[in-house]
């Protein structure tokens, strides 16, 4: 492989199919990693912590140490208080400071086999790279003529909407027109909303999208069949106008003279 492939966030991607020996290198990585992970986890308590002292400074302590030693202060206390002499310090924290300096030393190991069985799985990857890559160019030429042959079934079915759709147009408007209304349309000729209601007629919504009518005041339909298209589901109310309305006060009372009009 070339010296100047980058290793950065060499992670193949989940789709890639990889081969049963890329993929187990791939467990042992993952595995060395959750190891890791968990080794931390249980033994939080022995690692050393970095904290700010009173004076700014920084300085390291243990949970475990600092637990212990709290203990050992009560032990003394209670020895002190009895009489007895007090407990061996060593003695006392000699089991938990085995456990810090096993912690010093573990981690860095599984680290390093974290690290070692990543390199592995990377390098098993680069080794497969070209067969990988064949075997994808071969999918992307089948993927390709696929595509090719569903394109040509689409456009061959849009030609055959096409042409329907022009043939009711010549009948709906009663020869006026053999194409759809909205053919060239730079938005679109809205084809994909031609639907029917369970009568067999063109819904009431496909005719206003493919633009045969129009609910806009001023735009004349281009509908002269009736029976192909369903009526309009929720049609303008039309109020009722009154063409010589007279104000009250000239409207006379029942008899009608004098000082009996209304005001």
Sequence with gaps: MGD???TNNFEPPKDLSLSSKVKGLRKAYEDAVARLETYRQENARYAPRRTLNALDQYVYHVSAVQEAERDLREQEIEAAAAGKALPDRDKVLRAILTKVDEYKRMVP???ALVTKARKAFEDGVREELVPMGLREAAKAVKAREEWE???KAAMEAKATLERHAGLFS???TAGDIDTV???GHSQGDNLEYWELNSDGMLTWEASLALEYQSETVGITSLVKVPGLIEPNPNPPVV????HNPKPRHFLAKANG???DWEH
């Excluded at 109020?239 to 009154?242: A, L, V």
């Design 170 to 172: 010549w009948v709906v």
């Design 4 to 6: 100047n492939m980058t």
């Design 181 to 183: 209304p909205r053919l």
């Design 257 to 259: 003279y004098g000082d």
């Design 149 to 151: 042959r569903l394109y």
């Design 239 to 242: 109020e009722e106008y009154n």
């Design 109 to 111: 190991a599984l680290e």
